[in-house]
């Protein structure tokens, strides 16, 4: 449809006043929300994400429409909620204890909305114990984390010990990043994926939620 | 601003091996008086740090010294520098970095005494305020203890004195992740020259009362972190030249308040130091792609006075750890360069280190030494810091548009999109300071970044 079409196109230059306003008038015609977010919204975020791992675009073009994206879902939200649509997953995301480093992390983040899925940020240097009180509280089905430095990576296994004695584990699938981290340093902590880079984090994410569901 | 005019006539005066104003340690190692130094970095492999892993952290580091120490003595490297940048533990509790500063140190003494190295650490505390969030610059619980480090290693033997600190950076992260250049500039040349007035007041003064040297800042979290962004073409390679010549003016309060150099080695804007407050500078390069990679390998040698690895983890490699690899990289980097100064080559040598990279990248054409003079120029005839940094943002954005036009530099479509996006933003920035503050004030999130921690809006 013309519009959904409009709304992508709008999304994908960041423009987000122009985004809310094709939304209200797509809901106000009668479409429904979960196709407005479908085949408007993340159809946009999904040709930015693609151009952007192609070097086609920069950060900031995807920040911008993941803005558009935002401005555009909290107006669905009543509608999504009433029609029981639901995201499209949930992820508890942070920098783990000791580490301060958050740009990598809040890349992670945006990627991950920008797949139409709900991230609860819980900042930079967050203990085991935080962790897993977010788990119990938001029920995510991906715990993300982050680390920067050789001191503190170690941090990732103590993370994944506690939701382990917490009995919360098998809830979850856990995902590590940051650049001392290697595939070799997942296996040997007992996290579920590794990825080197933002972009192919929120694919795995995605295959994550695809294949445990 | 202290300086109004530069440090040297010209851009032939930006040398390796000499600075304007050199320093001689109190063991008397000169730099910035003929000869580019080693200085090696270091850190720890992947390891918790906690009272159980101590007895290991304190071996790694005497052995990483040692390791070092016994390579220099083999190739008969006479000069080199340590140096010791603290984690968050070790500055936090300062007993645990003065610890490891002390092993650091009595290898150093028996290497001096026993082989005649003259060999000199730096001590570089982790600025440990960044842990709070938001960050509170001046009331930060954790400045005191990182000043009682600054203290006592200063009296336990640490010649080089050295911090990359982090005023403003809770707003240029997000400055540089939208290509933000006026929020990047309001983070380097209000926020960020504030705080390097309000830290190096005191570093300096803690080094004059100790008899040690108030080396230097660098704005690493700043200008590294475009870099890094650019090299993973996450954001324009033009935004990151930009936003390194801008952070120019970010790191000279430190000097203006009496540093002496030599700066840190990661802090990428040293040659513009050296031109304006003519201090002996570290950097790093080729040699450093153990810890980071970049485009400005060769080129960022072209006025080095300390010559670096950035860091490196205490790993085995086949030839033996890396540490000890790394310093023998920088021994014949530094021995090459030291041998075209002796034969009156190092000219020519400067010459291939800036022409094999300058037109590459347009974060390499402006750490040319040309481009250095240039935009350092536009720095000391600003009235204000943030006039300065419009000023060399604007000036390095003008080299770039120059090399492009000539034909020598090649930037894809959106790269030339953004430099006049940029353009023009820079050009939209006042230079008065408060006029600055007013019109940035609507898009600061006050509860990220407490002003009063600046001084901005306090009596």
Redesign the interface.
């Known amino acids: 449809m013309a519009i959904l079409d409009d709304i992508s196109a709008f999304l994908q230059k960041g423009k987000a006043k122009e985004v809310k306003e094709l939304v209200q008038l797509a809901l106000d015609q009668g479409l429904p929300a979960k196709s407005i977010l479908e085949d408007g919204l993340m159809a946009g975020m999904s040709i930015i994400g693609g151009k952007f791992k192609r070097?086609?675009?920069?950060?900031?073009e995807v920040?911008?429409a993941a803005r558009a994206m935002n401005a555009g879902t909290a107006l669905l939200k009543p509608a999504l909620a009433a029609g029981g649509v639901q995201a499209r997953g949930k992820v508890v995301i942070g920098t783990v204890k000791?580490d301060?480093h958050?740009?990598g992390k809040?890349?992670v983040r945006m990627m991950f909305e920008g797949k139409g899925l709900e991230v609860v940020d819980l900042?930079?240097?967050v203990g085991a114990d935080k962790f897993v009180a977010a788990l119990r509280e938001h029920q995510p089905q991906i715990l993300a984390l982050s680390a920067l430095?050789?001191?503190t990576?170690?941090?990732m296994k103590t993370v994944i010990d506690e939701v382990d004695k917490a009995g919360l584990r098998s809830a979850v699938k856990i995902m590590i990043g940051g650049a001392?981290i290697t595939e070799g340093?997942r296996a040997a902590v007992g996290a579920d994926s590794y990825t080197p880079?933002a972009a192919a984090a929120a694919d795995a994410a995605v295959a994550l939620l695809q294949k445990a569901s | 601003m202290k300086y109004a005019k530069l440090a040297i006539e010209s851009a032939r005066e930006l040398e390796f091996g000499f600075a304007p104003r050199p320093v001689t340690t109190s063991h008397g190692l000169a730099i910035g008086s003929g000869a580019v130094h080693p200085e090696l970095k270091f850190t720890l492999p992947p390891i918790t740090i906690n009272a159980s892993s101590m007895p290991e952290i304190l071996e790694q580091y005497e052995g990483i010294a040692r390791g070092a120490l016994e390579r220099a003595v083999h190739l008969g490297q006479r000069c080199l520098v340590l140096e010791f940048e603290t984690l968050l533990e070790m500055t936090m509790e300062s007993a645990i970095g003065l610890r490891i500063l002390d092993l650091l140190l009595e290898a150093c003494e028996e290497f001096r005494a026993k082989e005649g190295l003259l060999v000199e650490v730096r001590l570089t505390p982790n600025d440990a305020r960044d842990f709070e969030r938001p960050p509170r610059l001046r009331s930060s619980r954790w400045l005191e203890p990182m000043f009682e480090l600054f203290e006592k290693g200063a009296l336990a033997g640490a010649e080089l004195l050295s911090i990359e600190s982090t005023g403003g950076k809770e707003v240029h992260d997000e400055a540089i992740m939208f290509c933000d250049v006026q929020a990047a500039a309001f983070a380097l040349t209000v926020l960020g020259v504030r705080d390097v007035h309000f830290l190096w007041a005191r570093i300096v003064e803690v080094a004059r009362r100790t008899g040690r040297l108030a080396g230097g800042d660098t704005a690493c979290g700043f200008a590294n972190t475009a870099m890094m962004l650019a090299e993973k073409r996450f954001i324009p390679t033009v935004f990151a030249a930009v936003d390194r010549a801008i952070s120019a003016v970010r790191t000279l309060p430190a000097y203006e308040e009496g540093a002496v150099g030599p700066d840190k080695d990661c802090g990428y804007e040293g040659p513009f130091m050296k031109a304006i407050a003519g201090i002996p500078i570290s950097m790093e390069g080729k040699s450093a792609a153990c810890a980071h990679m970049s485009r400005v390998g060769n080129i960022s040698a072209a006025c080095a006075d300390l010559w670096s690895n950035e860091c490196v983890q205490n790993i085995k490699l086949l030839s033996g750890m890396a540490p000890t690899v790394c310093f023998e990289q920088l021994v014949y980097d530094t021995r090459l360069m030291n041998t075209a100064i002796a034969r009156g080559s190092a000219a020519e040598l400067q010459r291939l280190f800036v022409e094999s990279d300058k037109y590459t990248d347009p974060q390499a054409l402006v750490l040319a030494p040309e481009s250095v003079f240039e935009i350092s120029k536009a720095i000391v005839g600003a009235p204000s810091y943030v006039a300065a940094g419009r000023a060399a943002g604007l000036k390095a954005l003008e080299l770039i548009e120059e090399a492009c036009a000539s034909g020598r530099l090649a930037l894809d479509e959106r790269e030339v999109e953004y430099a006049a996006r940029i353009g023009d933003e820079l050009a939209a920035i006042p230079e008065d300071e408060g006029e600055f503050i007013e019109m940035m004030l609507p898009r600061i999130d006050t509860k990220a970044c407490l002003l009063e921690e600046y001084g901005i809006g306090s009596a």
Do not use: C, Q, R, S
Not at chain 1, 55 to 60: C, K
């Open positions: 070097n086609e675009v920069f950060v900031p920040l911008i000791g301060l958050d740009i809040n890349l900042g930079v240097d430095l050789t001191t990576m170690n941090e001392p340093f880079d």
